[in-house]
């Protein structure tokens, strides 16, 4: 009797050392994965500090995510997220065909800088295009260690109480950050690219920030003087105009 439980205890903490040992080497994959293909595809400084995933359920947390300005604007950046959660199918994280049940971001931070004409926000996005256009600029495809390219199935992607902050680093006026929500990006193609995907979630954000701005600009007049409101007019209509004239996603 003695004996079996010695045994039991044995596989006891085995079981326990490769649970952790599982659950540290999914969060592996996924800052390396990010730390090393990001910055590649934005052409601007990423960083994800740690990530948590559960081998069990699949539940975790992107912890620290930071993304720096496009060359030509502050040293400061332009988006930051203390946490973001995830639900995934944790062994799809280790072949070719991730599946995501969701993405939620909670209370990200984005400082909006612009030049009449221009944008960082903007710049970031035109970034992404073009890494996605081929030729020099373009970011290495992602791929398993066997050459398999990797795709992403996401059911559900949400953004709420994000924040926009106006002005050089973020130093003006803050606004309230209208919500997203995408529902079934790349379930019926059988899985997108990471590139892909990353693009489809920076259009929407982009037309949020938009939508931010422009409520602002009309409202600004009232609170603070007529060369304030005029300046944030201009940065408004300067954006709207990159993207068309959309106001919203």
Same mark, same amino acid.
């Given at each position: 009797m003695k004996k079996f439980l010695l045994i039991g205890g044995g596989l006891l903490a085995l079981a326990l050392v490769a649970f952790v040992a599982l659950e540290f080497f999914l969060g592996h994959i996924v800052t390396a994965g990010v730390n090393n293909f990001a910055p590649k595809l934005t052409q601007t400084k990423v960083v994800l500090d740690r990530a948590t995933i559960s081998p069990l359920n699949g539940h975790g947390t992107l912890h620290g995510l930071v993304v720096s300005n496009? &060359?030509?604007?502050?040293?400061?950046? +332009?988006?930051? *997220?203390?946490? *973001?959660?995830?639900d995934v199918a944790p062994f799809s994280l280790l072949g070719d065909h991730v599946i995501v049940n969701e993405i939620a971001l909670e209370a990200p931070e984005f400082n909006y800088e612009t030049k009449?004409? !221009?944008?960082? *926000? /903007?710049?970031? #996005? &035109?970034?992404? %295009? /073009?890494?996605?256009?081929?030729? @020099?600029?373009? /970011?290495?495809?992602?791929?398993? &260690?066997?050459?398999?390219?990797? @795709?992403? /199935? *996401?059911?559900?992607? =949400? +953004?709420?109480?994000? @924040?926009? =902050? #106006?002005?050089? !680093?973020?130093?003006?006026?803050? #606004?309230?950050?209208?919500?997203? %929500? #995408?529902?079934?990006l790349g379930t019926k193609e059988g899985g997108i690219t990471p590139d892909q995907l990353v693009l489809v979630v920076m259009k929407s954000v982009t037309s949020s920030v938009v939508s931010a701005t422009t409520k602002a600009a009309g409202q600004i007049g009232s609170t603070s003087g007529a060369a304030a409101a005029e300046g944030a007019k201009q940065a408004v209509e300067g954006l709207k105009g990159l993207f068309g004239g959309k106001k919203g996603p």
């Amino acid at each position: 009797m003695k004996k079996f439980l010695l045994i039991g205890g044995g596989l006891l903490a085995l079981a326990l050392v490769a649970f952790v040992a599982l659950e540290f080497f999914l969060g592996h994959i996924v800052t390396a994965g990010v730390n090393n293909f990001a910055p590649k595809l934005t052409q601007t400084k990423v960083v994800l500090d740690r990530a948590t995933i559960s081998p069990l359920n699949g539940h975790g947390t992107l912890h620290g995510l930071v993304v720096s300005n496009p &060359k030509g604007w502050s040293d400061g950046p +332009l988006c930051s *997220v203390g946490q *973001v959660h995830v639900d995934v199918a944790p062994f799809s994280l280790l072949g070719d065909h991730v599946i995501v049940n969701e993405i939620a971001l909670e209370a990200p931070e984005f400082n909006y800088e612009t030049k009449i004409i !221009a944008s960082n *926000v /903007a710049d970031l #996005l &035109k970034n992404i %295009e /073009a890494t996605m256009g081929g030729g @020099k600029n373009a /970011a290495p495809a992602a791929t398993t &260690k066997s050459g398999q390219p990797i @795709k992403f /199935a *996401v059911k559900k992607f =949400r +953004l709420t109480n994000g @924040k926009v =902050r #106006l002005g050089l !680093a973020g130093t003006g006026m803050t #606004l309230p950050m209208p919500d997203i %929500e #995408l529902n079934d990006l790349g379930t019926k193609e059988g899985g997108i690219t990471p590139d892909q995907l990353v693009l489809v979630v920076m259009k929407s954000v982009t037309s949020s920030v938009v939508s931010a701005t422009t409520k602002a600009a009309g409202q600004i007049g009232s609170t603070s003087g007529a060369a304030a409101a005029e300046g944030a007019k201009q940065a408004v209509e300067g954006l709207k105009g990159l993207f068309g004239g959309k106001k919203g996603p």
